[in-house]
């Protein structure tokens, strides 16, 4: 026979999903998810046992916790030993557990995620509390199973004589399942306990009374009442912890922020490294320094800061950037019937006391049978001692030991168990003093065999026996709550100020879409001069903003795209220093670019609206509002056809006109209340009626009829027209002429078309950007005032075969402000 045909066929999905069901089914039950009656995972319940076993009890002396893992590893437990120490010693640390289960000597870690010292070096017994998980299983209490190689038996649970799911609280991931169970105060959960007994319909709101939330060993402040209800109903929440915290004023007008507590399950020295990294980074203005002051008196972290720092400011961003305040999402899933369930509290609470109710029942019948058999025996024995001259005859009368009990069996009628202890009855019990307290034991015993019985008959008896051992473990070991209880959930908020200390700044962009951020300053050092801001050669300062660093820039590229900038986040440089490119700031495709960037103080401000206007004559107005956002990405502004693009975003408040300018030299004015307000992404409605070889070339807003609209050609022929001259029209007309070209072979060409329209109210400087990338300086004053449809006269003369691309108005400060 082939070595191959040794070997059956077998599916490999199959075969894994065997495999996998089993480890799944070995995961849930025997490593990760708790059982509900005792609330200890396997590993726990061997660890505890292991050390009862081996008298390791509070009255003893600490031992080794190498001895006892390998107790545990040899007898109950074949995994690694790590698996085994590292559960002993989260028993025994005091801020993972409400009541420690193992009493530690030596170093067994900190809050700070230091690691506890090796096994050999640690020291452990079981704590008071512990003994009461484990009271009375010498008593048949609960179920003993075999342990892993059949040399001895293991409890299957511990009869738990307190609720310690809750208690203590749990968690774990299994296979398909995880579990969280947060600890509770020891008092609330036995006084809800017993009021489940007393009232076992009793609704959630009512038990809510008694257990009010979590009790966290580390404190904090617990908020979310509609997340602890989800979760005591259903076995699901979501709670927010908060460290407990103070604003404490120091001299010199100073204030610090001293920390007590911190949220259930967070590194101190990572929250401690958390804040001072914010600090480092400059996150925040306004820490001066972040210290651990914890030792013997407790936790104690201080945040001190600087002079004038908003205190509830900077609280408020660390409560929502660091573990200060964290999320706890409860999923109480705990081991029912051999099968993990997702459990409210009232679930748990109720399968608690079934076993209590199992535990006191085996536990008072194997009582009662002791109780039996020693009154069986002592009555034996009173019986033989009013006989005692005749039974000493009948035994010195007897060959030997087992005909001397033959002989008491068959003469007075004594059970083999009575004959046996008459037996072994020392002559000292046969005084007059112990002949008496034979027969008070015997009432006693009768008395004691009564009480069990009627426990055994009467479930209210049952019960109240459950309470009375209840209520004495809690009067014992009950602790004062250590977390705070908040119903609502308060909202951070974090204010712009306390991450930007507010300053006023310039802000340029060059031609060349070179942008940067400079202080007063600098620009003052600088000799307070535009015409000396860093920039390439060839390139030019196009847009100058006077701002403060808490305020937005909102740019708008000419697709219909729009960015959010706060301007703290525009990198900062000296004014003579170019800047960076825009596109290190904002991620602007190669094929896209600014068209207009407007400051934003206030996104509330009432009855602003931006204006936009497009190459082929659409205008459309959306409330300011809409462009509220914190994304840092490309938005849309505003619809764009193809073919078309946006030429000016301007901001309104529907007071003024808007006096549109084509190509071909064609304008219309017309109210901007024409125009009503549409939403973000809609495309606008026609503002001009063009021809179509016809284009925008400028939109200007304007106001009454003071001014002049001046218009340049493309080889720099310009006139000024007064505004009086443009009528107010109805929106999306073809409007009226607003230059005239002339035409002809002999004639001197004035342009072929309009390049530039501009609003002049009072003397500007324009630069012309020629295509051959000249700049050619010229001051609106010098463009004659003429009639709408006149031929204008050169204004900025330009080379032969070249042509103006665009104007600019030379920008100046407190004149450039949207």
Same mark, same amino acid.
């Given at each position: ?8 066929? !077998?599916?490999?999905?199959?075969? *894994? ?61 074949? +995994? ?18 409400? +009541?420690?289960?193992?009493?530690? +000597? ?23 509390? !512990? ?104 076995? /699901? ?30 590194? /101190? ?32 972290? *201080? ?42 509290? /009232? ?11 199992? =535990? ?172 000396? !801001? ?32 706060? *301007? ?12 960076? !490119? ?30 936009? =206007? ?96 001046? =218009? ?34 002999? *004639? ?26 000249? +700049? ?43």
């Amino acid at each position: 026979m082939g070595m191959l045909e040794q070997f059956l066929p !077998a599916y490999l999905e199959e075969v *894994v999903g065997d495999r996998f069901g089993r480890y799944s089914k070995y995961i849930i039950q025997d490593r990760a998810i708790p059982d509900v009656r005792d609330g200890l995972k396997p590993v726990q319940r061997r660890i505890l046992y292991a050390m009862y076993d081996s008298s390791n009890t509070p009255d003893k002396p600490y031992r080794k916790s190498a001895k006892t893992v390998g107790d545990v590893m040899g007898n109950y437990h074949p +995994h690694g030993d790590s698996s085994i120490y590292e559960g002993m010693v989260r028993m025994a640390q005091p801020w993972k557990m409400g +009541h420690v289960l193992v009493d530690g +000597h030596g170093n067994w870690g900190s809050m700070d995620d230091d690691p506890a010292a090796a096994m050999r070096y640690t020291e452990a017994r079981l704590s008071p509390i !512990a003994m009461e998980l484990l009271r009375d299983i010498e008593k048949r209490t609960v179920q003993f199973k075999d342990n892993f190689d059949n040399t001895t038996k293991e409890p299957v649970v511990l009869p738990s004589r307190y609720p310690n799911l809750l208690v203590n609280g749990v968690s774990g991931i299994s296979a398909g399942f995880a579990t969280e169970i947060p600890p509770h105060n020891l008092r609330e959960v036995i006084d809800g306990c017993i009021a489940l007994m007393n009232r076992p319909d009793m609704q959630l709101e009512e038990l809510m009374t008694i257990i009010k939330a979590p009790d966290f060993p580390t404190g904090g402040v617990i908020m979310g009442e509609e997340g602890i209800r989800d979760a005591y109903a259903t076995g /699901k929440g979501r709670i927010y912890i908060r460290s407990q915290v103070k604003i404490e004023d120091m001299r010199g007008g100073r204030q610090q922020i001293t920390i007590t507590e911190i949220p259930y399950q967070v590194v /101190k020295s990572r929250l401690v490294t958390a804040m001072e990294n914010i600090r480092l980074e400059k996150k925040v203005e306004g820490i001066a320094e972040v210290r651990d002051e914890s030792g013997r008196n407790g936790l104690r972290i *201080v945040v001190e800061l600087k002079k004038e720092a908003d205190a509830n400011g900077i609280l408020a961003y660390l409560l929502k950037k660091t573990d200060l305040q964290v999320t706890y999402n409860f999923n109480m899933v705990a081991i029912v019937n051999k099968a993990p369930q997702q459990l409210g509290i /009232k679930q748990i609470l109720s399968a608690y006391i079934e076993h209590q109710k199992e =535990v006191v029942t085996f536990r008072t019948q194997y009582d009662l049978e002791k109780a039996e058999d020693r009154a069986h025996v002592v009555e034996g024995l009173v019986k033989a001692l009013n006989l005692l001259d005749e039974v000493i005859a009948t035994i010195k009368a007897s060959k030997n030991r087992a005909d001397a009990q033959n002989n008491l069996v068959e003469k007075y009628s004594f059970s083999e168990r009575q004959a046996d202890a008459i037996l072994t009855l020392q002559l000292y019990r046969l005084t007059n003093l112990e002949i008496t307290s034979l027969e008070k034991e015997l009432k006693e015993m009768m008395k004691k065999i009564a009480y069990l019985r009627s426990i055994l008959d009467s479930e209210k008896k049952l019960l109240s026996v459950i309470k009375e051992e209840l209520v004495e473990i809690r009067d014992k070991y009950g602790i004062d709550r250590r977390s705070e209880i908040r119903g609502e959930v308060e909202e951070l908020k974090v204010n712009l100020e306390v991450l930007v200390t507010p300053e006023d700044v310039l802000v340029t962009l060059s031609r060349e879409g070179y942008m940067k951020r400079t202080s007063m300053l600098s620009f003052t050092r600088s000799g307070g001069e535009l015409d000396n !801001a860093g920039v390439k050669e060839g390139d030019l300062i196009s847009s100058l903003y006077e701002v403060n660093t808490i305020d937005n820039l909102l740019l708008f590229t000419r697709k219909g795209q729009y960015y959010m900038l706060p *301007v703290h986040q525009i990198p900062e440089f000296k004014w003579k220093d170019t800047g960076t !490119a825009i596109v290190n700031i904002v991620p602007i495709p190669k094929d896209d670019s600014v068209i207009s960037i407007i400051p934003v103080k206030d996104f509330n401000a009432s009855e602003v609206s931006l204006v936009f =206007v497009t190459k082929r004559g659409q205008v459309k107005r959306t409330e300011l509002k809409e462009y509220m956002t914190t994304r840092s990405t490309a938005i849309t502004a505003c619809k764009v056809a193809d073919g078309d693009e946006i030429i000016r975003v301007g901001v309104s408040d529907s007071s003024q006109q808007l006096l549109l300018v084509s190509k071909q030299g064609m304008s219309i004015r017309f109210t901007e209340s024409e125009v009503n307000p549409m939403g973000r992404v809609a495309a606008g409605v026609r503002g001009m009626q063009l021809k179509d070889d016809d284009e925008l070339v400028a939109a200007e807003w304007v106001a009454d009829d003071e001014g002049e609209l001046l =218009v340049v050609t493309d080889i720099g022929y310009a006139k000024r027209t007064l505004l009086l001259d443009y009528p107010v029209q109805g929106r999306g007309g073809k409007g009226v002429q607003t230059f005239e070209f002339k035409e002809g072979k002999r *004639v001197k060409p004035n342009g072929d078309v309009l390049v530039a329209a501009l609003y002049c109210k009072e003397a500007s400087d324009i630069i012309a950007l020629t295509t051959s990338g000249a +700049h050619l300086s010229a001051s609106t004053e010098k463009a004659p005032i003429e009639d709408r449809k006149s031929i204008g006269k050169l204004l900025v003369p330009v080379e032969k075969n070249d042509t103006i691309a665009s104007i600019i108005i030379r920008p100046a400060l407190s004149s450039h402000q949207s």
